[in-house]
């Protein structure tokens, strides 16, 4: 029996024209196939791309090991800190650019930041900015901002703050310039962080009684 057309020749279907005031249904299209989820291959490991958590806050037995003697040096090249602010009484010159860098240091942005942990590290970050420039006031700074610090934040967090940087150098941010302040020195992070370190084990060892350090006394 013939259909009038054959299997290659087929004719093309004539579809009605759409009555006027209507509109014309679109063909239905089936859903996309949902595929399977791709499982690794034999041999393979997956990899989990969550982000690394924080290290943990040093214990109170963790700082109690600190060898606080290593950090005993005050007067040296690197990570000097003063006792007192008497040597700026010692010229009226020096004076005067004391209370100027005070004045800038004042109403400098990163240090009245809201959060705790970034003031810390900014205004220890200033020292340290001040010590690898061997600026003018490299050794009274950390004791003017160990002052500060100590009105501002409470105790509690203070030390905690301080614990962590000692103990995780290579976390959280630092101030890399503070043109603001003349400190416009142009160094790598890692140098900044080094600072960061030794000055914030000092102020620590300050707030627990741990230094300056004394020898034992000789039996």
């Known amino acids: ?24 249904k679109p063909a239905e299209t089936k859903p996309a196939e949902v595929k399977p989820e791709a499982t690794p291959a034999a041999g393979t490991t997956h990899v989990d791309t969550k982000p690394t958590e924080p290290p943990k ?9 600190i060898r606080w003697e290593e950090f005993s040096a005050d007067n040296t090249w690197v990570c000097p800190f003063a006792q007192d602010f008497s040597r700026n009484d010692e010229f009226p010159e020096r004076k005067t650019d ?20 970034e003031k810390v590290r900014n205004l220890i970050g200033a020292c ?9 006031f490299e ?15 409470p105790d ?10 000692a103990f995780h150098p290579n976390e959280g941010s630092v101030i890399g310039t ?8 142009g160094v790598g992070d890692d140098q900044i962080r080094e600072r960061l370190q030794v000055f914030a084990v000092k102020m620590l ?15």
Do not use: C
Request: charged content about 25%; cysteine-free; aromatic content about 10%.
């Open 98 to 117: 004391w209370e100027d860098f005070l004045a800038k240091f004042a109403v400098w942005a990163p240090g009245h930041v809201f959060d705790n942990t």
């Open 57 to 65: 806050p040093p214990t109170d037995e963790q700082i109690a090991q």
């Open 128 to 136: 340290s900015l001040m010590d690898i420039g061997q600026g003018q």
């Open 156 to 165: 509690e967090k203070l030390k905690a703050i301080l614990a962590y940087m």
């Open 139 to 153: 050794s009274e700074l950390p004791l003017f901002v160990y002052q500060r610090l100590r009105r501002e934040v």
């Open 178 to 185: 503070a043109p603001e302040l003349n400190l416009d020195i």
């Open 205 to 219: 060892g300050r707030m627990l009684g741990k230094l300056p350090w004394e020898p034992p006394a000789q039996p």
């Open 1 to 24: 029996m013939s259909w009038g057309w054959s299997a290659d020749e087929k004719t093309a279907e004539t579809k009605p024209a759409p009555v006027a005031g209507t509109e014309s």
